[in-house]
């Protein structure tokens, strides 16, 4: 039978609510927001008004058991008050059932690499193109340049590119390159006057044509985003789309150091950064967590803060960085957080 209990909450608004007596189900294996919906309001395709009274839920198809659900149904919020609701995770609702990227707690880990070119049956699959971006310490060599096409401002799927060399053997026909852009600089969280390195975020690749003097030409294979004139141009980086988890060293901890450049925080199936990277003992495969931050606690949001706040598997690295997928969040990532080995982490 499921079990419920009585708590009693505040709904955040913009407005002062006043304290209500919410009814709570602690999730059983099995249970989904329209089951909830169906059972405790009789009204199973009202869950979406379900998942906007839990805002702690970032993704209305991924549920756990032992989350807790706020089953009150919500009186409509008056003119003068609005509940405010900041999505930061990436949704696919597309995605019914149990998410590709998550992982057995049974499970074995790894605990070396596969000798089967990363794939067992305790693989991890990341969602979408795979990862790519990294971290470097210095600007990126390059291999040339993306030239400027007369008013073309940006470059699609499929469409030909032309690169300017730094010299003509830098590319051959039939070559393999990433185009990529490191601009943005990234500081340590912990030290503002401290570089970390630069964010290499990956924007296309594209196989070389042909190449005449100190220009190639190529077609674009493979889009993540916008390809405009000046971007640089390096050897082809494989994206990253199965990870075989691994059992980290429990010495291994450090800093979150950034995210996508178009965020502040980070949730499930993005792409974080660490300050922490082969030097420092990190390898591809481990499972680090960020543990549950007490400040980070939001009113009418109800999260157990037994359980990490969000748990992350280390892509690639670099000497002193490393790249990481979240795969689960029960409460948002920024850059500052600390992280730690799965197994030592409270």
């Excluded at 099995?30 to 909830?36: F, R, S």
């Excluded at 089967?116 to 193109?129: F, P, S």
């Excluded at 598997?313 to 689960?328: F, G, K, M, P, R």
Aim: hydrophobic share 45%.
């Amino acid at each position: 039978m499921k079990k419920s209990l009585i708590i009693t909450c505040c709904l955040a608004t913009m407005a002062v609510a006043p304290l209500s007596v919410a009814e709570v189900h602690e999730v059983v294996k099995g249970d989904t927001l329209w089951d909830l919906s169906g059972t405790f309001w009789n009204q199973p395709l009202e869950w979406p008004k379900l998942w906007a009274n839990n805002p702690h839920i970032h993704n209305p198809h991924w549920i756990y058991p032992g989350d807790l659900v706020s089953t009150e149904l919500m009186a409509k919020p008056s003119s003068d008050a609005m509940e405010v609701r900041l999505p930061y995770a990436k949704l696919y609702p597309e995605v019914m059932g149990e998410p590709e990227a998550a992982m057995d707690d049974s499970a074995n880990m790894d605990e070396g690499s596969a000798d089967n070119g990363g794939m067992n049956e305790n693989a991890i699959v990341l969602l979408g193109r795979g990862v790519e971006d990294y971290i470097s310490p210095a600007p990126v060599d390059r291999l040339g340049d993306v030239r400027s096409s007369g008013d073309k401002i940006m470059t699609a799927l499929r469409e030909e590119v032309f690169f300017d060399l730094g010299s003509p053997d830098a590319m051959a026909p039939g070559d393999l390159v990433t185009i990529f852009n490191d601009d943005r600089v990234v500081m340590h969280p912990g030290d503002i006057e401290t570089v970390s390195g630069r964010h290499v975020k990956i924007l296309a690749h594209a196989e070389v044509l042909e190449v005449v003097d100190s220009t190639a030409r190529a077609v674009v294979f493979s889009v993540n985003d916008v390809v405009t004139p000046g971007c640089g141009v390096m050897a082809y980086r494989e994206p990253v789309n199965i990870v075989v988890p691994k059992k980290a060293n429990e010495e291994i901890e450090g800093v979150v150091l950034a995210g996508d450049d178009n965020k502040l925080l980070y949730g499930a199936h993005d792409t974080i950064f660490m300050d922490k990277g082969a030097a420092q003992g990190v390898e591809a495969g481990m499972i680090l967590e960020v543990p549950f931050d007490p400040d980070h606690r939001a009113e009418g949001i109800l999260v157990d803060a037994r359980k990490a706040g969000a748990t992350i598997v280390v892509v690639a690295t670099e000497e002193d960085s490393s790249t990481a997928y979240i795969l689960d969040s029960r409460t948002s990532v920024i850059a500052g957080n600390r992280f730690a080995a799965a197994a030592v982490s409270p």
